[in-house]
């Protein structure tokens, strides 16, 4: 079994995916726009006017694979309740990918030394996605 976040950017998709390339080195592993898909336009899962806009996208970050869509394009992302977390092997490393995904965003906790962490940060980026970037792990924690 595997579990994957599916992230729904409301019309900013490709915007994101442009964004995580070059924040996180993020590679488009599959793209279909909605004017792809079989369906009629106005049927279902095709939205009128939706055409352009990302239906189903897949990216991999890392070691990890991630799925995201335009989904509704209510222009309203919300990713409450959820964050993704990233760990990277040094503080340096950890902290160039904190301040890339910081461009446009929030920082809700400014990378620091802590008790299970080499370095940690919290960061809500530009679409409103909030992650957590450690650096190697305090062991035992």
Known sequence: MRVQPYLTFE?????????YQSALGAEI????????????????ARPPGFGE???H?????GDSELLA????????????????????PDPAQASRIFAALAQGGE???PMTE???AQRFGMVADRFGLTWLVLAAPVEGV
Do not use: H, N, Q, W
């Open 11 to 19: 019309g900013r998709c490709e915007e994101a995916l442009t964004f």
């Open 107 to 109: 920082v809700l906790v």
């Open 69 to 88: 869509s335009d989904g509704c394009c209510s222009g309203d992302t919300a990713f409450k309740g959820v964050s993704l977390s990233i760990t990277l």
């Open 29 to 44: 592993l599959s793209m279909m726009r909605y004017k792809d898909s079989p369906l009629p336009e106005g049927a279902g």
């Open 114 to 116: 802590t008790f299970f």
């Open 53 to 55: 806009k990302i239906m």
């Open 57 to 61: 996208a897949s990216l991999r970050i």
